[in-house]
């Protein structure tokens, strides 16, 4: 007996779905390397943290903009869950640096921001999210110059980077096809070319230590 069987597909939205779900997962999973690196080497050298302040700060915002504004969970989880992790990260770093002070600080800092974007009005967050590109040229350009400058990317796990890169090509290519949210599109390529840019950088000076965190 001859079986045939039939994929139809009604919509390209179908395949940008399915991405979707495939990009969230590498998201929600993108930092756990860089854990697992600063756990298993007991050190915060050679992390630019003040980065990870930035991408903290930047995941909860959007994700208090995507609740306010009523989205689906699937819009939302993933930075919610790498907002963590990055806090994570931080904390562990700060914590393997005997930097007391500075992960006090730390948890200060996280606590009120989180409390401001709780009870601050969703225009208000829309205000500060139009800020977020010259943010990430100064975070991300400081970054690859510090890089640049040790002639090392200290501690940052490669597995990470090629996650996120996947990550960022992914979301900007599925943004690009539904036609949805164009005021991202900018930072979203934005994101690709600096993880090309850092990841290409991972390469080059793998196996140097660097300097330590700033």
Known sequence: LLYTIKF??????DYVTVAGYIIA?????A???QIWVIFKSKSGEGLKLSMFIIIDFITALI?????KSGL???????LLI???QVFVIHALARYYLNQTKELTLLFTIKATYVALLTAAPISWIKLVMNCLLPVMLFDKGGQVLNHYRNKSTGQLAGATLLLQWLQ????LCTTLISGAAADFIAPMALNV??????????IIYRGNKGDKAE
Do not use: H, K, Y
């Open 31 to 33: 930092f756990l390397p």
């Open 25 to 29: 997962l590498m998201g929600s999973v």
């Open 72 to 78: 689906d969970i699937s819009n939302w989880l993933e």
């Open 82 to 84: 790498t907002n963590i």
């Open 63 to 67: 994700s208090a903009f995507c609740i």
């Open 193 to 202: 070319f600096f993880a090309t840019v850092i990841g290409s950088q991972w």
């Open 168 to 171: 960022f090509t992914g979301r």
């Open 8 to 13: 139809e597909v009604t919509d390209i939205m």
